[in-house]
């Protein structure tokens, strides 16, 4: 008898990615994210769904002989081996698309709470001072530059989005965008640069050994102390205690921290003690349509274990 396919995921999903596995393979979900538990329950399983949370590490595709492919629920695939995975031919898919739109209004958004103060605002009312209307100097982002680190998929409509509110776009790439450069008259310039001339700065780089602490304590000082900083990007690519320090001094206006260098963020975090700071766990993606658009790496996930080519391979 044909036994049907097992897949696993780390972290629930959206329902419709789930019926749409269901179709094709039993679905079954990790007890936990500990690589020794990984490490049993993949024994018998074909493919693999994964989040945030987590790592697929050689270990575990070790343990899991039947393993065909690994699919990243979301863009960033910093917690995939991929060198393992390609060594043991392993195919590796994901949903580069599905959250671009969420994170750049994710960006958007947080760049006007902090610029507007409106959470500072909202905390104060709350606790009876009406004054503060009289304190909180509020920032218009309308000929403001905003600095792009990484200006691919997300970086691209966060560009789009800003020049509509008549931003000013510098950015920072390994490679050129003509196509931001033509449409928003977007400037590709150094780092350096970018880092002292921008009000705000938006990281969208991913998680590798060269974007590791790109933002560290020398770019931080390079920054107007009125910039904001937003990280949606990856928590490898600031040095968090650095940040820390240029907050609190007062050498930097804001940040909007959506991602972190240990995900989840423990409750004493130092940032969270900062009042010129706007933290989310990890969610700037979760918009109703980015969730079911990333749960639908399930396609990926059936096609390549009945053999077919994926649509997104991870190369
Ligand atoms: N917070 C969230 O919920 C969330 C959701 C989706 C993606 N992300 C993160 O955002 C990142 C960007 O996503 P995307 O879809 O725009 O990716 P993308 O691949 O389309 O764009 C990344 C850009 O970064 C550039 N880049 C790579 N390495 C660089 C380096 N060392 N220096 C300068 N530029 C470099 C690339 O050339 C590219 O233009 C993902 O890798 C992921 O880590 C976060």
Not at 6 to 23: A, N, R, S, T
Not at 58 to 87: C, F, Q, W, Y
Not at 178 to 190: C, F, N, S, T
Not at 229 to 244: E, F, I, P, Q, W
Request: with cysteine; proline share 5%; glycine share 6%.
């Amino acid at each position: 008898m044909n036994q049907r396919p097992k897949v696993l995921l780390y972290e629930p999903m959206h329902q419709k990615g789930i019926d749409y596995l269901k179709m094709y393979a039993d679905v079954l979900y990790a007890s936990s994210w500990d690589e020794d538990i990984l490490c049993q329950e993949v024994k018998d399983i074909s493919g693999i769904i994964i989040r945030a949370n987590g790592k697929v590490t050689t270990k575990i595709m070790d343990s899991a002989p039947k393993l065909k492919v690994i699919g990243r629920h979301g863009a960033g695939v910093d917690n995939i081996d991929l060198e393992a995975a390609k060594k043991r031919g392993i195919t590796v898919v994901n949903t580069p698309h599905a959250p671009a739109e969420a994170v750049a209004e994710h960006v958007i958004g947080v760049m006007v709470v902090l610029s507007k103060r409106i959470l500072e605002s909202d905390r104060a009312l709350r606790a009876g001072q009406w004054d503060v209307r009289y304190h909180f100097q509020a920032f218009e982002m309308k000929g403001k530059t905003l600095g792009i680190v990484g200006m691919g998929r997300i970086g691209s409509r966060v560009a789009e989005m800003a020049k509509a509110l008549g931003m000013e776009i510098l950015y920072y790439d390994v490679v050129v965008n003509p196509q931001v450069e033509g449409k928003y008259d977007a400037k590709k310039i150094e780092l350096e640069e970018l880092l002292k001339l921008s009000d705000y700065i938006t990281l969208h780089v991913p998680a590798t050994p060269e974007t590791k602490y790109l933002i560290n304590a020398e770019r931080l000082k390079l920054m107007k102390p009125t910039a904001i900083l937003v990280n949606a990007a990856r928590g490898s690519v600031v040095d968090t205690m650095a940040l820390y320090d240029a907050l609190k001094s007062g050498k930097l206006f804001g940040a909007a921290i959506d991602v972190f260098e240990k995900e989840p963020a423990p409750a004493d975090h130092p940032l969270f003690s900062l009042p010129n700071v706007v933290v989310t766990p990890h969610m700037a993606g979760h918009s109703d349509d980015a969730l079911i658009a990333m749960s639908m790496v399930a396609k990926d996930i059936i096609r390549v274990i009945q053999g077919q080519p994926p649509e997104y391979p991870v190369k």
